[in-house]
């Protein structure tokens, strides 16, 4: 249902949030000069950490949370905020495990690590998942709100894929890695200001955010605290920490999208800087997110749009919450629909862009005879406007393909649980070799894809996560907080599942819930691996230390005194001084003497 258009003022600031975005694109392709693809797509390694901690942010907290987070709320409770202490764990690791190691070694595709410790082939392999995750995570980023807002507000739903995949891929491919940070970092505030804008209004409606609140604690939004370890339960503390947390690793500390921000970093002082302060956004955007599906709570508690079938799918209560209380005033509607669609900008060119450094480095340039710099120059924005023009016709199809959209977002966590443990593997496994590292990603992902395929085809026989009560006994004819509906007033027939846990404990693998997936795929792999190399005599081969996690990384050896120590090649591997540059690690045989902690 159509609640209402976008104004003249709407179109003008979601237009100049598209504009501006543009903008920042032909600023650094003017100011800018790009003398090789690697300045161009690595922003010459000399980034300081406060627009890329933001960047980090903002390259996965897209539409899909800033539509998410608060319909979760909503159904569930405030069960988002268990994701502060899964991020605060994921972000350690990430700082103290992977972020030393790929710093260290001064690779432009996080996969070039791979042929480091294994072989090419392992390199291809990691390759190739990343970018079928990252194009397939794409459409979908693409395809969500413009679907979400299309039924209502008008807002046409081809047009809403088609401008976000120009506006990405034109200032992807003009600008470069710069203008996709520092367009992250607009893009992030235009989301808290989204999120500000409801959580305000909100207040003003209902007399104060005392009173939001107070009805949020009456209807059990505050209370709804679930700590089962039960596998089956997605919203539990146990799932959500757990799996979230080998979820997310396999985004900061393996993904290309993130190992690219924090190894264009001008320092490794600069790099964790950039981590740590992603922390502290990512705990802004979070709780503005819960305090924004409270703040919908509280407006709808006794009359809620969909069971009174106002909205066709639960998915459209947040446009439909924002236009309801935003469109009254000339431009907030505009910027809330601003901000889901800058989530979906700042994911989608952090993915171009991480797709164009990859295929470059990992596919095309191996295949080419010592080519210019301008051509591989040419050829990576070549690459930019493939990957723009794939990632839209992902969302194209799964707008005409509707159905197929759940699949692909669980195949792309299935891609990443696996691929987390083959990097975990080399890092912390000196024993780890290739036999090993085949064996056990390809029973990692055996295991993984027999799973979700086994819960397509055998279900769950109950929700075991039913959504909180809503109530309609406050509905009338015609009852919003500033618009009319039009509905049909029916008494929705709900039909919680109020069974027990214990009828069902023996475990059924094809019931666990989705979180838990990356964390089975990754464990597997890390295991069968390690035992694999063990049976192939990985535990007698020499690898070299750089490859592998050092003492001198860990947090516990930073007050230690200073060894000097030499690492060939790649670059200085510990000290935050500014690192040769990447064109000088092409030059073999040149070492460097340096300082440890």
């Known amino acids: ?345 700042s994911t989608v060119s952090s993915s171009i862009n991480a797709l164009a450094v990859v295929t470059m480095e990992d596919i095309i340039k191996p295949f080419l005879h010592d080519p210019s710099p301008a051509t591989l120059s040419i050829i990576s924005k070549a690459i930019c406007i493939f990957y723009g023009v794939a990632c839209v016709m992902m969302a194209i199809m799964a707008v005409v393909f509707g159905s197929l959209t759940k699949m692909i977002v669980r195949v792309t966590g299935i891609l990443g649980g696996p691929l987390l443990g083959l990097f975990t593997l080399g890092i912390l496994n000196p024993f780890a070799n290739v036999s090993g590292s085949i064996i056990g990603i390809t029973i990692g992902y055996t295991i993984s894809f027999w799973i979700s395929i086994g819960s397509q085809l055998y279900p769950r026989p109950f929700d075991f996560n039913p959504p909180l009560p809503v109530s309609i006994e406050n509905c009338t004819e015609a009852r919003t907080i500033y618009h009319n509906w039009t509905r049909v007033l029916e008494q929705p027939v709900l039909i919680p599942w109020k069974g027990n846990l214990k009828s069902y404990q023996m475990l059924n693998l094809y019931w666990i819930s989705d979180m838990y997936i990356c964390m089975i795929g990754s464990t597997i792999t890390i295991l069968t691996g390690s035992i694999a190399s063990i049976a192939t005599g990985g535990i007698h081969q020499d690898i070299k230390k750089r490859l592998l996690l050092m003492k001198e990384d860990t947090i516990l050896c930073y007050f230690k005194k200073k060894k000097s120590m030499e690492v060939c090649d790649l670059g200085p591997p510990h000290d935050d001084s500014p690192p040769p540059s990447l064109r000088d690690r092409e030059r073999p045989g040149k070492c460097y003497s340096t300082s440890t902690n």
């Not at 390694?45 to 909503?74: E, H, K, R």
């Open 1 to 345: 249902m159509q609640i209402g258009d976008l104004d003249l003022a709407d179109y003008m600031v979601f237009f100049a949030m598209l504009l501006i975005s543009a903008l920042i694109g032909i600023y650094y392709a003017l100011t800018e000069s790009y003398e090789t693809y690697i300045d161009l797509l690595m922003a010459g390694q000399q980034m300081t950490g406060y627009p890329v901690s933001l960047s980090l942010m903002a390259s996965f907290l897209s539409a899909i949370t800033v539509l998410g987070v608060p319909l979760d709320v909503y159904k569930y409770g405030a069960i988002p905020l268990y994701d502060l202490v899964t991020y605060t764990i994921v972000i350690f690791i990430t700082g103290e495990l992977y972020l030393p190691v790929f710093y260290r070694l001064r690779i432009i595709s996080t996969y070039e690590y791979l042929e480091l410790r294994f072989n090419k082939f392992i390199r291809l392999i990691g390759t190739v998942v990343f970018i079928l995750q990252m194009v397939f995570y794409s459409g979908i980023v693409i395809f969500v709100p413009a679907l979400a807002f299309s039924d209502v507000t008008g807002f046409g739903l081809q047009t809403a894929v088609f401008a976000t995949g120009v506006v990405c891929t034109f200032y992807c491919t003009v600008g470069g890695l710069r203008a996709v940070i520092w367009t992250d970092f607009f893009q992030t505030l235009i989301m808290i200001a989204g999120f500000l804008s409801i959580i305000v209004k909100a207040s003003i409606i209902q007399g104060g955010l005392s009173n939001i609140i107070k009805h949020s604690k009456d209807g059990g939004r505050l209370s709804n605290w679930v700590f089962s370890p039960h596998p089956y339960i997605d919203n539990s503390f146990w799932t959500i920490v757990i799996g979230g947390i080998f979820t997310w690793t396999g985004v900061y500390g393996i993904n290309h999208c993130q190992v690219q921000r924090y190894t264009c970093c001008k320092s490794k002082f600069h790099a964790k800087l950039a981590l740590y302060l992603n922390l502290m956004g990512l705990y802004v955007v979070i709780i503005c997110g819960v305090l924004c599906g409270l703040s919908l709570y509280s407006l709808y508690h006794d009359c809620d749009p969909y069971e009174a079938h106002v909205i066709k799918e639960e998915h459209q209560i947040v446009p439909f919450v924002a236009m309801d209380i935003l469109s009254v005033e000339p431009g907030l509607a505009g910027l809330f629909v601003s901000a889901a669609y800058g989530g979906t900008l």
